[in-house]
């Protein structure tokens, strides 16, 4: 039975990060030229920093 708790935790999860994602990405997407452009250079430098250590 713990296993199937532990597997739903673990869909739950997945669920709520592909839901959280895509609302991320419409919101950027809505946002057009105003700060879609800054989000994207941001998460630009956080990989890069990411990449570099």
Do not use: C
Not at 6 to 12: A, E, H, P, S, Y
Not at 14 to 35: D, Y
Request: aromatic fraction near 4%; avoid cysteine.
């Amino acid at each position: 039975m713990k296993e199937y708790q532990d597997l739903i935790g673990r869909l739950i999860m997945a669920a709520a990060i592909i839901i959280s994602s895509l609302i991320i990405g419409n919101a950027i997407t809505e946002a057009g030229n105003n700060i879609g452009p800054q989000i994207a250079s941001a998460l630009n430098f956080v990989a890069q920093m990411i990449s570099n250590e």
